[in-house]
């Protein structure tokens, strides 16, 4: 579970401020200490943590939303880095824990110098990528082993939410033009051959070097875990300790009314062909 950082936070500058300045009553320092004991209680608690993701889901997805906010001077979970922009070569985007950091590391590896757009989970990056005619993977995967991670990451985040921002990303992706989609159960092992086939498809030339197991283990121990949370169950590679809590997290998600739509759609999207 990821813990709020008050080193970076407002209030408790101001209040660190205030201390210091005006040398508060034992009483005003009680008074102190109960706010910041509340607000840390209220960013571990679940209702903020749904409420921060689903603000957070809309902004990056929702055509309005994000058309209205995206230039707007606030902090977002994707830096500009990750956006399109007019020197951008590659798109790799698609719903969170989906493959996409495995995969774009294997493109940034062997590609260094291309400027690669990639984990904004935004259908409205995918759309422009589309529109920009520059050459896009999305990443898919099977709402089981998807949404077992996305919770086993933050245990605060709630199954119900987990899927309807699923089922809500998935059905915007069947409203855009087909394209290619890397699935974690088709090319854990061989992410080259999608390059291969986006050079192909869009006449590019990049670099996509087949692996033999040992290099491709080597290659895997080079990506790190999150940062700013530092988390076995974070990592983008799968260990013992994540196995184990999605597992859990595995037996209650079928038990769901719209886990099997969930199901459809990803398989409606298995079956698209470009």
Known sequence: MKESNFADNKLLSYIVGFLFENKPSFEEKIIIYSLLKAQNILMLSKYYKNSYFLIGF???NNAFLHQLTHKLPINRAAPPIKWINPNTKMCIDGFLRSGGTYFAYYFR???????????????????????KEIPLIITIR???DC?????CYDKRLSIQVALHTYI?????????????????VDHKDT???????INEHYGTSFAAPILSAKELAEFLATIPI?????SILSSPIPNEDKRR???????????YKSYNEAVKLYEQLRTRKI
């Open 58 to 60: 809309y902004l990056a």
């Open 109 to 131: 590896y062997f590609n260094p110098d291309h400027h690669l757009a990639h984990h904004t989970h935004s259908l409205q990056q995918i759309k422009k990528s589309h529109s």
């Open 142 to 144: 099977h709402p089981l």
């Open 147 to 151: 949404l077992s991670s996305l919770v």
């Open 168 to 184: 809500y990303f998935y059905q915007g992706l069947l409203k855009l033009p087909p394209t290619i989609y890397f699935d974690l």
């Open 191 to 197: 992410p080259w051959l999608l390059i291969q086939k």
């Open 226 to 230: 999150e940062i700013p949370s530092p």
């Open 245 to 255: 809590e999605k597992e859990v997290i595995k037996k209650e998600l079928p038990h």
